[in-house]
């Protein structure tokens, strides 16, 4: 196990082999359980069988206590239970640390919600679909069409119209599962990024897909900057006050950023008033370096931080020892996705410093925030 966990890259306090291993185990128990004790015959088929029982034309039996497929996809609260449980089933799984598939688990989890939405429909509109009174042509393009969308909307893709096209071949279907589509993808985008750019964001990992696949990454920074930031900036001529008051706004801030789900900056600018409310940015520093800066400075008097980072900087003997570090500059008006693309060009964590014109500031945009708000 450590050799193995040494090959992944794991320490000693991090994710063990052992933990997933049982956590395998664990979901390969439930779902034996889950088949064995579920109440649904259903749940003992695969995905690919799954599938094919519920796109297919269901007659129902007149067999009493007939417990096939077709009597459990006619009734309402068989096909609601085994949503749920497979619901739960899949989220799970897809939360397992393994790689793992999308595509089928979502095209089953949308065909057993056209399912019961079938199942569900009013007597007079199954009646007006199918005056003949065989209404599961209708239920099972339910299921095709519900499937479909539900899978493009959790993976943000349109070519799944054509592979589900291509399979079951029905002319028809075509305008229903392309509209069902686009409307499911544009309602996805209004509530949040598509499942794999989910991970990507919980795992914090730079792509700009998932920039790409929302309208408000193309919104200015300036709509998205927390003003309340601005306090946590640092007088370049500043005094012991200054300080304390740094450290009151920075405890303050803290759970309100966390409660709207803002990240802390993790350098804050050092800033010269030049006129009544107009900040011009000096430099920016980390809060290790500003308690280094606080213990320097004069006790009765204003210490000019910059002249005091450089004169302690000329000191150091280490070539990464720094005290001042180099903040990225944008432009309010600049859109979310582009300063994204900076920001991964510069290949710098830290926070973004708005600016207008040549160094005036006018809002603090953490490196961490701009995926979410760009996605969110």
Do not use: W
Not at 104 to 128: E, K, W, Y
Not at 314 to 332: C, F, G, Q, R, S
């Amino acid at each position: 196990v450590q050799h193995v966990n040494r090959l992944r890259g794991i320490g000693k306090g991090g994710n063990t082999l052992l933990r997933d291993l049982l956590i395998f185990l664990l979901m390969a128990v439930v779902g034996s359980l889950l088949q064995i004790y579920g109440g649904s015959a259903l749940l003992t088929l695969g995905a690919g069988p799954m599938l094919t029982e519920l796109f297919s034309k269901q007659n129902m039996p007149d067999i009493e206590g007939d417990h096939s497929f077709a009597v459990q996809l006619h009734d309402p609260k068989c096909v609601l239970q085994l949503f749920l449980m497979k619901s739960l089933y899949t989220l799970v799984a897809l939360s397992l640390p393994i790689p793992a598939g999308v595509v089928a688990p979502s095209l089953v989890m949308g065909g057993l919600v056209g399912r019961l939405l079938a199942t569900n429909m009013p007597d007079f509109i199954q009646t007006f679909l199918a005056p003949d009174g065989d209404f599961s042509f209708y239920a099972a393009r339910f299921a095709i069409v519900g499937g479909t969308a539900f899978c493009g909307s959790v993976c943000r893709v349109h070519s799944v119209v054509v592979t589900v096209f291509e399979l079951i071949a029905v002319p028809r279907l075509i305008l229903p599962l392309m509209l069902a589509t686009i409307a499911a993808n544009y309602c996805g985008n209004k509530v949040g990024p598509s499942i794999f750019d989910s991970i990507l964001l919980m795992k914090k990992i730079p792509a700009m897909p998932t920039l790409r696949a929302s309208f408000k990454a193309l919104q200015p920074v300036s709509d998205v900057l927390d003003p309340e930031l601005l306090r946590l900036t640092v007088p370049r001529h500043a005094e012991k006050s200054d300080f304390a008051r740094f450290k009151e706004a920075k405890e303050e801030l803290g759970p309100a950023l966390t409660k709207k789900g803002r990240n802390m900056p993790i350098y804050f600018p050092i800033v010269e008033e030049i006129d009544e409310g107009v900040l011009t940015i000096c430099g920016s520093v980390t809060e290790h370096s500003l308690r280094r800066l606080e213990r320097k400075c004069e006790k009765d008097s204003a210490t000019d931080l910059i002249a005091l980072a450089l004169k302690l900087e000329a000191k150091m003997t280490e070539i990464d020892d720094h005290i001042l570090e180099e903040p990225l500059y944008v432009n309010p008006n600049t859109s979310l996705k582009q300063a994204y693309i900076e920001a991964q060009a510069s290949k710098r964590d830290g926070p973004m410093m708005v600016v207008e014109g040549c160094c005036k500031l006018v809002g603090i945009l953490p490196h961490r925030d701009l995926l979410n708000l760009a996605a969110s």
